[in-house]
């Protein structure tokens, strides 16, 4: 194999146990989809601390827990609760890091969208298969059109191997799932542009 292919391997795999545990807690619902994300929203949080503050690696796993925390307490309370989604984008805002305000807008971000998650498997797994769906043929066009076509490089300072060529493909594999959406009748047109 390669050197171009080397990582598929190790990316397939992981996507196996994705899908499996994924899947699993999409088609429980309930508190099984909402613990699964209240860990990866903790992990991301985890992630962003050390990606902001790296000479500090221990601040990781305290924000990790302040933003599980964080959204757990919001979906207990429900509307309420909501307020405590604020508290680890103010523990990365007021801590010594780099960028804290962007930081701190990005931790709130990735909380809204926990939540967000969350909210939208309530009302019905259609939502949340069409976004898994959505970010899965984004991925996958992405990484084989852009490993075979190559080109110039999206943003070599976040992702030093992310192609225009790959992100085209990703584009167009995410609109194809949307209009398979709206064709089948589960949704409106704008779901190919969204």
């Given at each position: 194999?390669?050197?171009?292919?080397?990582?598929?391997?190790?990316?397939?795999?992981?996507?196996?146990?994705?899908?499996?545990?994924?899947?699993?807690?999409?088609?429980?619902?309930?508190?099984?989809?909402?613990?699964?994300?209240?860990?990866?929203?903790?992990?991301?949080?985890?992630?962003?601390?050390?990606?902001?503050?790296?000479?500090?690696?221990?601040?990781?796993?305290?924000?990790?827990?302040?933003?599980?925390?964080?959204?757990?307490?919001?979906?207990?309370?429900?509307?309420?609760?909501?307020?405590?989604?604020?508290?680890?984008?103010?523990?990365?805002?007021?801590?010594?890091?780099?960028?804290?305000?962007?930081?701190?807008?990005?931790?709130?971000?990735?909380?809204?969208?926990?939540?967000?998650?969350?909210?939208?498997?309530?009302?019905?797994?259609?939502?949340?298969?069409?976004?898994?769906?959505?970010?899965?043929?984004?991925?996958?066009?992405?990484?084989?059109?852009?490993?075979?076509?190559?080109?110039?490089?999206?943003?070599?300072?976040?992702?030093?191997?992310?192609?225009?060529?790959?992100?085209?493909?990703g584009w167009v594999g995410?609109?194809?799932?949307?209009?398979?959406?709206?064709?089948?009748?589960?949704?409106?047109?704008?779901?190919?542009?969204?």
């Amino acid at each position: 194999m390669s050197a171009r292919w080397a990582d598929l391997g190790t990316r397939v795999a992981s996507a196996a146990v994705m899908v499996a545990v994924g899947g699993l807690c999409i088609w429980l619902g309930g508190w099984a989809f909402a613990a699964l994300v209240v860990v990866l929203t903790g992990l991301m949080l985890w992630e962003l601390a050390r990606m902001t503050a790296p000479e500090r690696p221990g601040e990781g796993w305290p924000m990790a827990a302040l933003g599980a925390g964080s959204l757990t307490l919001a979906l207990w309370l429900d509307g309420y609760g909501a307020v405590a989604l604020l508290l680890p984008a103010l523990g990365l805002a007021l801590t010594p890091r780099r960028d804290p305000w962007l930081a701190a807008g990005w931790a709130l971000a990735a909380l809204v969208a926990g939540y967000g998650l969350v909210m939208l498997r309530l009302a019905g797994v259609g939502a949340i298969l069409w976004l898994l769906l959505v970010v899965v043929a984004s991925d996958v066009l992405g990484y084989f059109v852009g490993r075979i076509m190559g080109g110039p490089k999206f943003w070599p300072a976040v992702s030093p191997k992310k192609t225009w060529s790959g992100t085209a493909a990703g584009w167009v594999g995410a609109a194809l799932v949307g209009a398979g959406f709206w064709a089948a009748g589960h949704g409106p047109a704008a779901l190919v542009i969204l």
